[in-house]
């Protein structure tokens, strides 16, 4: 009996986090650079931009899909890979793990494109 409530209570898990995106959207370009701005005043207060510290997000986002989707191929649908390779890394469980472990290296080195 509890196995059935986990198992029912992972595909609804599933179902909804499977869910959240299922219409198309454009993805805009994400730059790496930082855009700092220094105030000329008495106490020399410096200024970032938000938009600068969201292409950390990217990076952070695409590390935990890699490591709590990875089998399922989240980071690679994050960061817009092709579809095809998408479902093929899906159908060979990432690879037999190879392909997911070098994508991860290429995540934590930033080499993964897209970020």
Do not use: C, Q
């Amino acid at each position: 009996m509890k196995t059935k409530i986990i198992l029912s209570l992972l595909v609804m898990i599933m179902a909804v986090s499977s869910s959240y995106a299922s219409f198309p959207v454009t993805r805009t370009a994400a730059t790496n650079t930082t855009t700092t701005v220094a105030v000329d005043t008495e106490d020399n207060t410096v200024l970032t931009s938000p938009a600068a510290a969201a292409a950390d997000d990217t990076f952070v986002i695409a590390l935990l899909l890699w490591f709590f989707l990875g089998g399922l191929a989240g980071h690679r649908w994050y960061l817009g890979s092709p579809i095809g390779w998408n479902i093929l890394f899906i159908l060979t469980l990432g690879g037999l793990g190879i392909w997911w472990i070098i994508d991860g290296i290429d995540i934590l080195t930033k080499r993964y494109p897209g970020l």
